[in-house]
């Protein structure tokens, strides 16, 4: 029986091996040529960085079909060889042999939501980098760019805090600004509101307090529900100093979608990004059930279900992804596509009592 396993996933890995590159190549030959027109200083270095960190979040999408690939190919490979009749001679059933399938499947989850938690941040910070070098310019304004708990230096007296800064609508929430004495660490002042948004040399504060604080025996204090104090922030260099990165990860995801609800801000499109993301990191497992499912049907029909089948997935998801965002429907839907698939898959395969081959 040790035998028959290291000789399933030896086959499978083989294959897998074989397609993965295959994908990646076409997937990232595109890209290349899609944002070379962007491209201003183009150098070797540079182009291969950018190729090599774009590597991990497309994995996210060619792992699946790779996977579903490599078990189709060595499925025929088994029948037209005849193999498979001396492995059922054997006392092995085909519920068994679809486990093997399945394990597979498995396996690769488990490398697919590794490279999505812990490799794709990493990589997609080390390819923006590469591409700000190829572009020639800075960080591409990104949509739903925002901050949270942060603290920044405007100058070698000035220190801000933001409970909440979104950089694109140049509003936050729970500011906090404290004016030090010239090169001493001792603090003048204190200003503290509940909303800021940034203007062009000043900043508009709501609902705050002013405190004075040259001396604890002179210590002024006055409240406000509207001031607008003559503080220049600079929001291009607040992008830099920031690093705000556009989430990628699930976390990523489910962090902003929690400081959004905090903060009172739309939450919709990263809840509906995190369960999507949730959703598909356990794709590779899922349409290894859905294909197995159907692998051992002897009707042709069975390849347009397969195949069709992994579309109206990627497809279903991403559509219920973009209604979610709207606020059309819950965020959560995405999991019912997981759910449907695999409950389907794993019916088929308990059903599987007998092959016709």
């Known amino acids: ?33 899609e944002k070379l027109k962007n491209f201003k200083h183009l150098n070797f270095q540079d182009l291969a960085g950018y190729i090599i960190f774009y590597v ?28 498979i009749y001396a492995i059922l001679l054997n ?9 093997l399938f399945i394990s597979f499947g498995a396996l690769i989850t488990i490398f697919q939501i590794l490279n999505l938690e812990l490799i794709s941040p990493y990589a997609k910070e080390k390819r923006i980098q590469f591409y700000e070098k190829l572009k020639g310019s800075s960080l591409e304004n990104i949509k739903h ?22 950089l694109n609508k140049k509003e936050g929430k729970d500011f906090i600004l404290v004016q030090m004495r010239d090169k001493e660490f001792l603090p003048l002042y204190r200003v503290e509101a509940k909303e800021v948004k940034i203007k062009e040399n000043s900043l508009f504060l709501k609902e ?11 210590l002024d204090f006055s409240k406000f529900d509207k001031l607008e104090f003559p503080v220049k922030l600079d929001v291009n260099n607040l992008k830099k100093l920031i690093k705000v990165k556009k989430p990628v990860s699930i976390s990523q995801f489910y962090q902003k979608a929690i400081i959004a609800d905090r903060f009172g801000y739309p939450s919709s499109y990263f809840w509906s990004k995190f369960y999507a993301n949730l959703a598909t990191v356990f794709s590779p497992f899922i349409l290894s059930v859905w294909t197995v499912g159907l692998l051992w049907i002897k009707r042709k029909e069975k390849y347009l279900l397969i195949f069709g089948g992994i579309f109206v ?17 819950p965020a959560f839907t995405s999991l019912f596509i997981d759910l449907i698939f695999i409950s389907i898959g794993s019916l088929l395969i308990l059903k599987r009592k007998f092959i016709e081959l």
């Open 208 to 218: 705050g307090k002013v405190v004075n604080l040259t001396s604890v025996e002179d």
């Open 91 to 99: 006392g092995i059933s085909i519920r068994y042999i679809s486990i």
């Open 56 to 83: 991990p979040e497309k994995l996210h999408y060619i792992l699946p079909i790779a996977v579903v690939l490599s078990i189709f190919i060595f499925y025929s490979d088994l029948i037209k060889s005849r193999k």
């Open 313 to 329: 997935y990627w497809y279903s998801i991403s559509a219920i992804s973009s209604l979610a965002e709207a606020g059309a429907i």
């Open 1 to 33: 029986m040790k035998t028959l396993v290291r000789y399933f996933f030896k086959k499978l890995t083989t294959y897998f091996i074989i397609i993965t590159p295959l994908f990646l190549f076409v997937i990232l030959l595109i890209k290349i040529i």
């Open 145 to 166: 760019i925002f901050a949270s708990n942060i603290w920044i230096k405007i100058d070698n007296t000035k220190y801000t805090y933001f409970g909440f800064l979104d």
